[in-house]
């Protein structure tokens, strides 16, 4: 994964692969903003058809910003596991903080 998680996940059970998606936060889901397959070789540079959620690898409940290496605005879906099959430790390399309010006051 190349961005942060942006706190979406997909309860188990939901419809494949687009059904059920919540917030952490219980706020109402009313906004999307999942990847689109571009298949253009410059910014798309995965033949794969990569449009999102795809629910790729054996169940990838977790909302984040990324597109396999290529950092995207847009959102995919990702595993939950911490490791990958070969064993190697996956990572997410930054995080997204949301404040009710300013935190100075």
Not at 42 to 65: C, E, H, L
Not at 77 to 100: C, L, M, Q, W
Request: hydrophobic share 25%.
């Amino acid at each position: 994964m190349i961005g942060p998680s942006l706190g979406g996940y997909q309860p188990k059970g939901s419809i494949e692969p687009d059904g059920g998606w919540s917030w952490l936060s219980g706020e109402k889901w009313e906004y999307s903003n999942w990847t689109v397959n571009l298949d253009d070789g410059i910014i798309d540079k995965d033949p794969r058809d990569n449009t999102q959620p795809n629910d790729s690898a054996d169940g990838q409940p977790i909302m984040g910003f990324g597109e396999l290496n290529q950092p995207v605005s847009t959102w995919g879906d990702y595993t939950a596991s911490p490791t990958k099959p070969n064993g190697e430790v996956r990572g997410t390399y930054a995080f997204i903080i949301e404040y009710e309010s300013d935190p100075r006051t």
